[in-house]
């Protein structure tokens, strides 16, 4: 994909922590509204890609365009003015705030809440509208994940990166919260998605990314990576 196509587009990228590099030349696109799965095995770096788009990692060489602009190296708190909203896999809400509370810090860069925005939350999930004062920290998993996706979801970004979403997950809530992460995007924000399920990943994204020791290793639609038989006998578990 041409990166001047792209919502987001990264280029050459190699990051890490500190003085340990973890991505060497990783590209990687998501155009406008689509939505898109990285997977692979436990330490390929596909957390560190996602880190590394919102700005927490270290920056060691490449570029990172963002809807034509480069947001190389920039912090989070520039980042999340562009339009990007992010949530990681653990430490993802406010515990001790209330599920409204945590909303209002989703918002925390405006003078007021939005309320249309606010609206659109409770709607998508009914359940935090039901438990609108209830503290967080005494939520279940699958609760806390809705709640931090809908904090994410507060200023309405283009592109939202979620970070193992199903981690932790009871199984039968698994498929709820990738329903959810459909509605999102059908409604028109564009995913970025670390995934370790990732089969039932794969089905539903419009394309996937296979990462190995940091670096690209396959690219394709996300049923064609399904389909292929050095993927599934090296990464799906055959």
């Known amino acids: 994909m041409d990166a001047a196509g792209s919502l987001l587009a990264v280029r050459d990228l190699d990051a890490g922590y500190g003085d340990l590099r973890i991505l060497y030349d990783v590209y990687l696109d998501v155009a ?3 939505y898109v799965t990285i997977v692979g095995p436990n330490g390929a770096g596909k957390s560190t ?3 590394s788009v919102f700005g927490l990692t270290t920056y060691m060489g490449g570029s990172i365009t963002f809807a034509g602009t480069d947001i190389t190296g920039r912090s989070p708190e520039d980042i999340i003015h562009e339009g990007i909203g992010y949530v990681p896999q653990n430490d993802n809400v406010f515990t001790s705030l209330s599920v409204a509370e945590n909303l209002a810090m ?3 860069i ?3 809440v939005p309320k249309a925005a606010l609206r659109e939350v409770y709607e998508r999930f009914p359940i935090l509208d039901e438990r609108r004062d209830q503290k967080a920290g005494t ?6 994940q809705m709640l931090a996706m809908g904090r994410a979801l507060m200023l309405e970004p283009d592109l939202l990166l979620l970070d193992e979403p199903s981690a932790g997950l009871a199984p039968d809530l ?4 990738f329903d959810k992460i459909d509605e999102i995007n059908e409604a028109g924000t564009a995913i970025l998605m670390v995934e370790q399920n990732a089969t039932e990943a794969l089905r539903r994204c419009d394309r996937g990314y296979v990462f190995v020791q940091g670096r690209n290793r396959f ?3 996300g049923q064609a990576l399904l389909d292929d038989e050095e993927v599934r006998r090296e990464f799906l578990g055959g």
């Open 32 to 34: 406008d509204g689509e």
């Open 49 to 51: 890609v996602m880190k």
């Open 106 to 108: 989703g918002a925390y």
């Open 110 to 112: 405006l003078e007021d």
């Open 139 to 144: 939520m279940s998993g699958g609760q806390r």
């Open 174 to 177: 698994v498929d709820e919260m």
């Open 219 to 221: 690219v394709d639609s």
